[in-house]
């Protein structure tokens, strides 16, 4: 009777356990697709990639919070699976999380061709694989999957997908940045191509026939230039910069020469003066047998994102700039760019400038000027950036650089005016997360999952010792 006793209480134990196992591992799959199908909704996945891949940055969440209409987003594939449609689909998965106006939905060009019909108009052409087509109402925009990832393993996807947003907000105008023509100017087409897939408009404005923009918010762009400007186009920048506008300038050591009325302008209404001469900067190379340096981030808005990340400026060699120890009335000037203290003047001819001792110089200031407009009855203040090297269209996914001509637009023109998001690192080969995430994970793996098991297996032990 004893034995009989036992054995049921055994295999009362046995049933017990085999249900509590059998139960526990139900309950753990319909929690994990119950947390699979939230986070559809919801971002509950942490995302350990060195550059946020695919979390949203705070302009682009911003931006979605300004959406009043319902925005629909056509993915375009082909059935089959690949990593750019992984980080894509990846990618808006976080638009829909953060934002219910935005719907995604995938076409199979393979499985349904005739689909494609209603938006050939549209795509015009330039259809592939994992583009992307935005639509509301009577608004679209087409983005081309070929300009989603650079050959240094960046992806823009979130960029140029924020972007093209940007015409779906009521009252977000995007004024034109307007690139000067008629003085031997550079293209830079980088930093264009930069501007444009940050939903900037590209123009050109030829500063002799034409007028310079009367918009102050607008922005106008004076990028490496070999021939002088006349003494009218000299008042026209003048009255310009009065009504508070923006201008950026970039001079080239090789490109432009001597051009002593823009120049002359710069000292006498701006206290910036361009030295004759280059400079070497021995401790900030970026090889012995490069003529590329690494310039040094001074106190200003402008580059205080890039002095929290990792990432460096790089320029050619450069002209120095000087700032007047009496400035004009109004005017402010402040470093952004700057070399170590061991840069040396070196002459055009290689030859060491004579009296120039070795000391840091400017490479890229910021200036405004504020005055009183009559018109308008208050102060206006026009803003000024001076580089001394072609700093900004060195766009280049390893380097700053795209960062700094974006921030420095932003700054001029203001944050209503377009977007600023960087290129982000594709996931590598290794897993990179930050100090916070480390000790938040192993207090998790390391203390309290252990101790939560043996927590409930003391419990278990104690309650079949005692029954």
Not at 83 to 91: C, P, R
Not at 314 to 323: G, R
Request: charged fraction near 20%.
């Amino acid at each position: 009777m004893m034995n009989q006793n036992k054995n049921k209480k055994a295999f009362r134990y046995s049933v017990n356990s085999t249900v509590l196992v059998v139960g526990a591992i139900i309950i753990t799959l319909l929690f994990n697709a119950f947390l699979v199908t939230l986070n559809d909704r919801f971002a509950l996945e942490i995302d350990f990639t060195q550059d946020g891949m695919y979390e949203l940055t705070d302009t682009t969440k911003e931006l979605l919070g300004k959406l009043e209409d319902s925005v629909e987003i056509v993915m375009f594939t082909d059935g089959s699976e690949s990593e750019v449609l992984s980080v894509v689909g990846n990618v808006l998965q976080k638009y829909t999380q953060n934002c219910g106006k935005i719907f995604v939905r995938e076409l199979d060009l393979v499985k349904n061709p005739k689909d494609l019909v209603p938006y050939q108009e549209a795509i015009d052409g330039q259809l592939t694989i994992g583009s992307l087509l935005l639509q509301s109402g009577d608004k679209r925009e087409f983005i081309s999957s070929s300009g989603f990832f650079t050959s240094e393993g960046r992806s823009k996807v979130e960029r140029s997908i924020t972007g093209k947003l940007t015409n779906f907000i009521d009252g977000m105008s995007i004024s034109a940045i307007a690139y000067t023509t008629g003085h031997g100017e550079g293209s830079a087409e980088m930093a264009k191509d930069a501007l444009e897939t940050s939903a900037y408009k590209i123009e050109t404005l030829d500063t002799l026939q034409g007028e310079f923009p009367a918009d102050k918010n607008s922005l106008v762009v004076i990028h490496v230039p070999q021939n002088d400007f006349t003494a009218e186009e000299i008042e026209k920048l003048d009255a310009y910069l009065l009504r508070g506008g923006n201008v950026i300038l970039s001079f080239d050591v090789n490109a432009s020469p001597t051009l002593s009325r823009l120049e002359g302008y710069l000292a006498s209404d701006w206290g910036i003066t361009r030295s004759s001469y280059w400079l070497y900067d021995k401790d900030a190379m970026l090889g012995s047998n490069t003529p590329y340096l690494l310039a040094q981030l001074a106190s200003h808005e402008i580059v205080t994102p890039i002095a929290e990340s990792d990432k460096k400026i790089i320029l050619s060699l450069p002209n120095a700039l000087s700032i007047s120890g009496e400035l004009p009335a109004g005017v402010e000037v402040t470093p952004v760019l700057t070399t170590t203290q061991s840069a040396t003047a070196i002459q055009l001819d290689g030859a060491a400038v004579p009296g120039k001792a070795p000391g840091k110089e400017n490479l890229m200031l910021a200036a405004t000027r504020t005055n009183y407009d009559l018109e308008s009855n208050q102060s206006v203040s026009g803003k000024l950036v001076v580089c001394g090297a072609d700093i900004l269209n060195m766009i280049d996914a390893s380097f700053a650089n795209e960062d700094l001509l974006l921030n420095t637009v932003s700054w001029m023109k203001g944050s209503e005016s377009g977007i600023s998001i960087s290129a982000k690192r594709l996931p590598g080969g290794s897993l990179v997360i930050s100090q916070g995430h480390f000790w938040t994970w192993f207090s998790i793996l390391v203390i309290v999952v252990p101790i939560g098991v043996l927590i409930a297996g003391l419990i278990v032990f104690r309650k079949r010792r005692y029954k």
